[in-house]
């Protein structure tokens, strides 16, 4: 059974899906953003201020890369019209890791490398081409009508053509991002401030786009190298994007920021792990200047324990967690949260199937989504002392465990393809628990 409207706030990578997702459930989808947006796609599509981490690398893993597709079927084929690279996971994609490199292995799939804003536009694209959708861009969302009964009716807007106003809705989902003002325009509304679980991770990104020397210019290949902690704090990515172009982030942690003047940048690359990327990078040329972005903390927003969220008001991707963003897990989780709400929608009409109980059974699992994702990735990060945030009681095993299949998978391609999958969130991390393993861990302790 169809509903009216379906009001979507925010056409970042999260709006987009939710509102993809939604299209088929709802007669209109309006998606509210406050940037104003190119009316046809750009040859190089740019940052936008809406989006101030939109700069920094933006690679979008396996399990994300399927479920937008699960959304907009066409994807992949429109990312690599757009001119999107693709490399080969655990081939191209080589990766530093405690210590050393992992071993070269073709794994048998590829995932794309591209800025964020050519991804954005790509689904932005995708969207637009749904007849029952319409993009207000340059208003922004000012406030909510409720009904006596207290759910979402209207949502206020204010802005250029086509003008401010209430936009009637059934359902509202604020996908506003990171710095959302829905919580605290509901705090300010009497329905008070949503908890928030924190963790000071304290993470600072400087990102560039560099000409590919002549020697790469036909190469696939790409280099993560994550710092080994707790003695190193500096990491880095360089991989191929769009436009013959490399796309190079630097990245550090507590106080230590990398460069903004590329002479420091190629410093501070000769002492990043690997041994590689200052020769990689030493005679190339930068388009685009460096940017810096900073994560002072990981947040994880418990919606779910709201005693008074507006039944109709569905928060989804970074309104409800963000975190390490050297997981590259965020565009994928919010992909995740909307494909979950297309799933809740496919109630509506049925036997207790109202927007209630969808609401409800949207938001239960979106948290549940944004939880575990957030968890692991935190306990990740308290490998730093430095850390702030209540550190689980088993955290010496998990840090045993990683060491363990770091270790293992040097001679070991089928622990290597598992650890690859869970990394790219094909698999749970529970896929790693093999006895082999759990010994190894013994022996650590
Ligand atoms: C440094 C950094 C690097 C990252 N790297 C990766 C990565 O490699 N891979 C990955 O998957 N994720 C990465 N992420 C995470 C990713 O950016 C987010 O998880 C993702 O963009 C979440 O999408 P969203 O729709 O929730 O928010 P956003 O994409 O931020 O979109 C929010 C939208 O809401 C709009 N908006 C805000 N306020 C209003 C208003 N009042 N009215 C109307 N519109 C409004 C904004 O203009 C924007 O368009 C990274 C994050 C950071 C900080």
Redesign the pocket.
């Known amino acids: 059974m169809k509903r009216e409207q379906i009001v979507v706030?925010?056409?970042?990578?999260?709006?987009l899906l939710a509102a993809g997702a939604a299209a088929p459930y709802f007669d209109r989808v309006i998606v509210?953003?406050?940037?104003q947006l190119p009316d046809q796609p750009l040859a190089e599509p740019v940052p936008r201020k809406?989006?101030p981490?939109g700069p920094?690398?933006?690679?979008?893993?396996k399990r994300?890369e399927n479920t937008i597709t699960g959304i907009f079927p066409d994807f992949p084929d429109r990312m690599r019209a757009a001119g999107s690279a693709t490399v080969i996971a655990g081939w191209n994609l080589q990766v530093h890791e405690g210590g050393g490199w992992h071993p070269r292995r073709d794994f048998g799939f590829s995932i794309f490398a591209q800025t964020r804003a050519l991804m954005e536009q790509v689904i932005r694209g995708c969207l637009l081409d749904l007849a029952n959708v319409t993009l207000k861009a340059g208003?922004?969302?000012t406030g909510l009508d409720l009904s006596d009964n207290g759910a979402v009716k209207a949502v206020r807007i204010s802005g250029d053509d086509p003008g401010g106003g209430d936009i009637a809705a059934d359902l509202v989902v604020d996908?506003?991002?990171?710095?959302?003002?829905m919580p605290k325009w509901l705090d300010d509304h009497g329905h008070g401030m949503v908890r928030r679980s924190r963790a000071g991770i304290n993470i600072h990104?400087v990102t560039m786009l560099l000409r590919r020397p002549e020697a790469y210019r036909d190469s696939a290949d790409a280099w993560v190298i994550r710092a080994t902690a707790p003695a190193k704090v500096r990491g880095a990515t360089l991989i191929p994007i769009e436009g013959g172009r490399w796309l190079l982030t630097l990245a550090s942690r507590f106080g230590d920021l990398p460069p903004l003047d590329f002479p420091d940048c190629l410093e501070f690359a000769r002492s990043v792990e690997g041994g590689v990327l200052y020769d990689l990078i030493k005679d190339t040329e930068v388009t685009t200047a460096p940017r810096r972005?900073m994560?002072p903390e990981a947040l994880l927003a418990h919606f779910d324990e709201m005693d008074d969220l507006p039944a109709g008001l569905l928060p989804?991707?970074?309104?409800i967690g963000?975190f390490n963003?050297m997981l590259?897990?965020?565009?994928?989780?919010?992909s995740l949260h909307a494909e979950s709400l297309g799933h809740c929608l496919q109630q509506l009409g049925k036997p207790g199937g109202d927007l209630q109980s969808v609401s409800h059974d949207y938001i239960s699992a979106a948290v549940a989504i944004s939880e575990t994702a957030w968890q692991a990735a935190v306990n990740a990060d308290f490998a730093y002392p430095k850390t702030e945030g209540n550190r689980p009681p088993d955290l010496a095993e998990q840090q045993k465990f990683r060491r363990a299949v770091r270790e293992i998978i040097e001679t070991d391609a089928d622990l290597h393809k598992a650890a690859i999958d869970v990394q790219q969130m094909l698999q749970p991390g529970s896929a790693l628990a093999r006895p082999d393993v759990l010994e190894r861990v013994r022996e650590l302790s």
Request: glycine share 22%; net charge neutral.
């Open positions: 706030l925010g056409a970042g990578i999260g709006g509210v953003e406050k940037d809406g989006v981490q920094q690398v933006h690679a979008i893993i994300g208003c922004r969302f996908a506003m991002g990171r710095g959302s003002p990104y972005f994560v989804l991707g970074d309104v963000n963003p590259a897990q965020g565009m994928t989780i919010a």
